[in-house]
């Protein structure tokens, strides 16, 4: 009797074990962070992953969210539209009430849709195309990043002004990003009174692009405008030297990682891109930029962006005092947080409030801010 009496205590105290370690893995906030973990734009996911991976560790060390530790998933889309929505779906059965993602407008767009069904919270930091909130269904979607009308915008005046009587040719990849940014850089050339020669499409993912090089040297293009990733951009500007050719490259956003210039070598030398001023270089981002590099990580392009999304949602949910989506949006559209890459504030669409593009360029293997005035 005393044995069973102690096996049936035992038991008790094992069932109660069990059930406090279980409701404190369920007292975890799951967040996540999705973007090309794989693929050709895999340099990308891997800013986001470490931007967030140290986000997540730096907010865990001064007492995680509400009380509670951060658990991170990571969800890879390669970019694909459709793996995106899977991805959506997966971490919405992990639990994740927030998600740091995705890079390329094609799958934060479709993905998004879920996220809204879902009642979880996206901010982006990094897709640009102005569909992602100007169609958003819900009051879930936001982004840290500007817009290609915005960044258009810039470019399509640039080229209007300092390339006058010039040949100019735009071309895109087709994509949700490459297409909408040359759509809006083209519409901005053209308000500022330059129409361009060429505009054309272009297959994303080939080797080869000698027929699109050739029509460019029919064309005598002084300045290309390219729509698209920095893979393909990169074998363009390098075909286009091989075939004699000295164009000015000029694109957005996506070539902000340095291989491009390892798939251009030389041939980048000149390309400019626009992006926002690097936050690298402002007080706010020193200590986190140093924790990178002593880690012998360069947190270039979306890697802070990536890290601001993560700071944001952590001080909007205190401040609602909830995870829940409704309150931590409201927050959301009615405050200015503090971030690695500067204060920011959300419209009612979900944009930031002061989005800024300036000019980078390329010079032997880096690329740095430069003025264009």
Not at 7 to 19: E, G, I, K, Q
Not at 137 to 156: E, I, L
Not at 301 to 321: P, R, S
Request: glycine share 10%; hydrophobic share 40%; net charge negative.
């Amino acid at each position: 009797m005393k044995f069973r009496k102690a096996l049936l205590a035992a038991t008790a105290a094992f069932t109660l074990a069990s059930t406090a370690a279980f409701s404190a893995a369920q007292a975890d906030v799951t967040i996540a962070v999705a973007g090309p973990m794989t693929g050709q734009y895999a340099a990308f996911g891997e800013q986001m992953n470490k931007g967030a991976q140290m986000a997540v560790a730096d907010l865990n060390a001064s007492g995680g969210i509400l009380g509670e530790k951060i658990k991170l998933e990571v969800g890879d889309d390669a970019c694909d539209p459709k793996q995106a929505v899977a991805v959506a779906n997966q971490l919405a059965g992990a639990g994740a009430v927030f998600v740091a993602g995705h890079f390329c407008s094609s799958s934060s767009i479709p993905a998004s849709q879920v996220y809204t069904e879902e009642g979880m919270l996206q901010i982006s930091p990094a897709s640009t195309n102005p569909k992602l909130t100007d169609e958003a269904k819900g009051n879930n979607v936001f982004r840290v990043c500007g817009r290609d009308d915005q960044q258009g915008k810039v470019a399509g005046e640039y080229i209007a002004n300092v390339y006058k009587g010039k040949n100019v040719a735009i071309v895109h990849d087709k994509s949700a990003y490459g297409k909408g940014l040359a759509d809006e850089t083209q519409k901005s050339l053209n308000a500022a009174g330059l129409k361009e020669k060429l505009y054309e499409a272009y297959t994303a993912g080939e080797r080869d692009y000698s027929a699109l090089v050739s029509k460019l040297k029919q064309s005598a293009i002084d300045v290309l405008y390219v729509g698209g990733y920095h893979t393909e951009a990169g074998l363009i500007a390098r075909q286009l030297k091989d075939q004699g050719m000295t164009v000015q490259i000029i694109s957005g956003d996506a070539l902000v990682t340095e291989e491009y210039w390892t798939i251009t070598g030389p041939a980048g030398q000149g390309t400019l891109m626009t992006f926002g001023p690097d936050p690298r270089n402002k007080p706010m981002a020193k200590a986190v930029v140093e924790k990178f590099r002593a880690q012998g990580y360069e947190p270039e392009g979306y890697t802070l962006y990536t890290y601001a999304a993560m700071q944001i949602f952590k001080q909007a949910a205190e401040k609602a005092g909830s995870t829940d989506l409704d309150k931590v949006a409201a927050v959301l559209r009615s405050t200015e947080f503090d971030t690695v890459i500067g204060k920011i504030a959300f419209d009612q669409k979900g944009d930031v409030t002061t989005p800024a593009y300036v000019f980078y360029k390329w010079n032997e293997g880096k690329y740095a801010e430069v003025t264009t005035n």
